[in-house]
């Protein structure tokens, strides 16, 4: 069965960093752009990141670039999102998700595989 889980998420005061990670089963990531997705109840499915399954594209949303950086590890059969100088705002369940290409506007109906996703609460 093909899978990705994510892990990483937590409560982090405003300021301070987590790194989420995406791993997969059932399959190799290295053939597929991993995008990273966020959504709040009541609100649509947000795309805050992507990386090409080479590596060399990454593409990011507004509101996270210069605190958030995705990378992929495929030897480890990896992808991550470090994120820094988080901010309430950034409160999401966050998603990895698996695409043939990372393009500069992310939609979900361009991601065929889905993890299950995890919590990431920025709160004092």
């Known amino acids: 069965q093909l899978q990705l889980v994510e892990s990483g998420g937590g409560l982090v005061q405003p300021g301070g960093s987590l790194r989420l990670s995406c791993a997969a089963s059932?399959?190799?990531?290295?053939?597929?752009?991993i995008g990273w997705f966020r959504q709040v109840p009541g609100k649509e499915r947000e795309g805050v990141s992507c990386?090409?399954?080479?590596?060399?594209?990454?593409n990011y949303v507004d509101s996270v670039k210069g605190r958030f950086t995705v990378s992929r590890d495929n030897a480890e059969n990896r992808v991550y999102l470090q994120m820094n100088s988080l901010k309430p705002e950034d409160t999401a369940v966050y998603y990895c998700a698996a695409s043939p290409m990372c393009r500069s506007t992310m939609w979900s109906i361009q991601y065929r595989y889905w993890g299950q996703g995890t919590q990431v609460t920025v709160s004092s």
């Open positions: 990386i090409s399954n080479g590596g060399k594209t990454t």
């Open positions: 059932g399959f190799t990531l290295d053939g597929w752009a």
